[in-house]
């Protein structure tokens, strides 16, 4: 499908929270790898609470987990 291999770019305001490369499309399911821009420590805990509850887990995390994940929308 055409979104392989492009690079979607997450932004807050001017600021780069981070790029997902786009490595598998289902549409309208498609997943990639995040790649944290300078402005995700900013944006760390609402990553952190969503991976949380996509995969079931308690809420209430430090947010330490990787900065590199599946992102799929």
């Known amino acids: 499908m055409g ?3 492009e690079v979607w770019q997450v932004r807050k305001g001017e600021e ?3 790029e997902i490369l786009i490595d598998d499309a289902d ?3 498609l997943s990639g ?3 944290a821009g300078e402005a995700f420590e900013a944006v760390r805990e609402l990553f952190a ?3 949380a509850l ?3 887990t308690p809420t209430g995390s ?3 987990r990787s900065t590199t994940r599946s992102a799929a929308r």
Request: net charge positive; hydrophobic share 40%.
């Open 16 to 18: 780069s929270v981070g």
């Open 33 to 35: 790898k995040f790649t």
């Open 54 to 56: 996509a995969q079931g």
């Open 3 to 5: 979104f392989v291999g």
């Open 49 to 51: 609470r969503e991976l």
């Open 62 to 64: 430090s947010g330490k």
């Open 27 to 29: 549409f309208p399911w």
